[in-house]
């Protein structure tokens, strides 16, 4: 099984730009999470999903953030128009149910120019 | 607020030395708390969780509610221990997920 799967693995924009990431979860998992980690620091969950329904989107920057999982499968989070500040690993995660191990894919490292 | 602090950036040790990895965090209830690994070139995974007492790859980690702490625990590093360890807890229900800055440990021969 391939585990967590996002894409793109690396995106170099320029600042102002918009930019997505795209998540496909483990087969089965009813919880997506999307983490934001910052270099030399933890991840920090942005929003998380059960099925199609965000139940925590309480630190998404909903100015520029969005975020959607419409099917309850694969999710797409979007950056419009992205800071220099946005520069960070994007790390997508998702779980069989809400305490459950949760399983990381491999994280889109952006790079705002 | 709710916080998981992980003091240690960095943490160096030889091998065959005890190692521990602090963790403490501030939670107002019954959180539960686990420990995530990264090894180089690697996802973050799970280590281990508290509510399953098991010891994974020789580490361990008690959850003290009183002095709130879930310190991780190994009596004798090895070399492939060397990782990013990360302590994180979740309330109930799984909400609020957080994550701590990490420890880097590194495994000197």
Known sequence: EAGVVQSPRYKIIEKKQPVAFWCNPISGHNTLYWYLQNLGQGPELLIRYENEEAVDDSQLPKDRFSAERLKGVDSTLKIQPAELGDSAVYLCASSRQGVDEQFFGPGTRLTVL | ?109
């Open chain 2, 1 to 109: 607020a709710q916080r998981v602090t992980q003091p240690e950036k960095l943490l160096s040790v030889f091998k065959g030395a005890p190692v521990e990895l602090k963790c403490n965090y501030s939670y107002s209830g019954s959180p539960e708390l686990f420990w995530y690994v990264q090894y180089s070139r690697q996802r973050l995974q799970l280590l281990l969780r508290h509510i399953s007492r098991e010891s994974i790859k020789g580490f361990t980690a008690d959850l003290n509610k009183g002095e709130t702490s879930f310190h991780l625990k190994k009596p004798f590093a090895q070399e492939e221990d060397s990782a990013m360890y990360y302590c994180a807890l979740s309330g109930p229900g799984g909400f609020k997920t957080i994550f701590g800055a990490g420890t880097r440990l590194f495994v000197k021969a």
